[in-house]
Each structure stands twice: as structure tokens, then as C-alpha cells.
């Protein structure tokens, strides 16, 4: 075996001086419990996570004209933020994917909308707002009635257009 040369010693031995006195960057805190349980939690396909709440699609129409309709025009089309409402197709050369035609679940855009929308203030909406927005944008989709109501279990139960438009992966390891 060969002995490391005086030079590479003498490296090494500086580097352990300065991992030993080198100051942090101290980019992390201990969260704490209250703060823990006001991020988002996540939610998947099936509706597991989804928090107790409720929305109705009328409640949801007076939020997104006041938090959402500036960004994404009146009714989610014509928006400098993207239209959310497509009447156009989701392949060949004019596709137009959005919520009604190309998203797999409603749960998803919960999720997606609780924790990034409104771009302005993301995280700000409590999950009864999110259950209504989600409402008024099912609405639009033509996949709720106007008088609809969204919660934590009827939420779920809505099957998108294009649920099956997808090829799933396994991605767990063997
Ligand atoms: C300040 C502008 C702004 C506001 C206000 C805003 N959004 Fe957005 N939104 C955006 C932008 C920009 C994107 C595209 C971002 C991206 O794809 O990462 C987006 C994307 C989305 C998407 C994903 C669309 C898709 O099919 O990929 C949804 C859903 C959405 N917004 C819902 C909402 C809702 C609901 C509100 C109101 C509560 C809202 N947004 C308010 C700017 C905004």
C-alpha cells in the first residue's frame, strides 16, 4: 500500500482543519408543528389526502372572477395565463389541452390549485375555497351542475373526460 505523499498530507490536513471550524450556511430551521400543518397536504388520484371541506360551483364563480379571472380570462378562456377551458382537441396540430379535455382528475387539479394558484399568492386559498373553485371550474367543463356541491368525498367521484387517455408506469422499484 503506498503512503500518501507529504503534499497530498498536508491537503488533507487542511481540509479537516476547515471542516472542523467551518461555519455553516444555515439554510435550514426545525418546522414546527403548527407551520407543518398549514403546507399542503398531498393529494393523489384516489382523493387520499384530500382535507374535510366543502364548495359549491356559485361559491367558487364570485372567488375565481375575484382571484382567478385575470389571469385566465372570464370563463378560463383568453387568459395571459393560459385558458383552463379548451373547446379544441388534445392531439394533432391545433391541440389545445386544458382541464376539460386533457386532465386525468379532478383531485389533481385540487391539488395543483391548493398549492400553486393563485400565481400571485400561492397557498393562499383555505380548502373549502379550493373545493369551490375546483367546483366552478368542473362547472365550466360541463362535469358538474350549476347548483353542484364538491367535498372531500364527492370530489373523487368525478371522472374526468380523459381519465384513460394516459399509459401508466410502474415506477416503483422491483
Ligand atoms: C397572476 C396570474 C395568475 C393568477 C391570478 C392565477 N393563475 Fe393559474 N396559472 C397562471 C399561469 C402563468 C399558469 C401556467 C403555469 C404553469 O403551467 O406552470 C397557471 C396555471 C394554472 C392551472 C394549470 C393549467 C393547466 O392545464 O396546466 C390551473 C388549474 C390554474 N392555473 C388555476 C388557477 C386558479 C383556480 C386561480 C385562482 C384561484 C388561478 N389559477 C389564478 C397564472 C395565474
Known amino acids: 500500500m503506498s503512503m500518501p505523499s507529504a503534499a497530498t498530507g498536508a491537503a488533507l490536513a487542511c481540509l479537516l482543519a476547515f471542516a472542523a471550524h467551518a461555519e ?7 418546522i414546527s408543528a403548527a407551520e407543518l400543518a398549514r403546507l399542503p397536504r398531498s393529494v393523489f388520484p384516489d382523493g387520499r389526502g384530500l382535507p374535510p371541506g366543502r364548495g359549491t360551483v356559485a361559491d367558487g364563480e364570485t372567488l375565481y372572477d375575484q382571484r382567478c379571472a385575470s389571469c ?18 388534445i392531439t394533432g396540430p391545433d391541440q389545445d389541452p386544458a382541464i376539460n379535455n386533457y ?9 395543483f390549485t391548493r398549492r400553486a394558484m393563485p400565481m400571485n399568492a400561492p397557498g393562499s386559498l383555505t380548502a373549502d375555497e379550493t373545493y369551490a373553485v375546483t367546483a366552478w371550474l368542473l362547472h365550466l367543463s360541463g362535469l358538474l351542475d350549476a347548483d353542484g356541491v364538491l367535498d372531500e368525498k364527492t ?9 384513460d387517455g394516459f399509459d401508466w408506469i410502474d415506477a416503483r422499484r422491483p
Open 24 to 30: 455553516t450556511p444555515r439554510l435550514g430551521q426545525p
Open 72 to 89: 385566465h380570462g372570464p370563463k378560463g378562456i383568453d387568459g395571459s395565463g393560459g385558458h383552463l377551458i379548451s373547446d379544441g382537441a
Open 103 to 111: 386532465w386525468p382528475y379532478a383531485t389533481t387539479l385540487w391539488d
Open 155 to 163: 370530489l373523487p367521484a368525478i371522472r374526468m373526460p380523459n381519465r
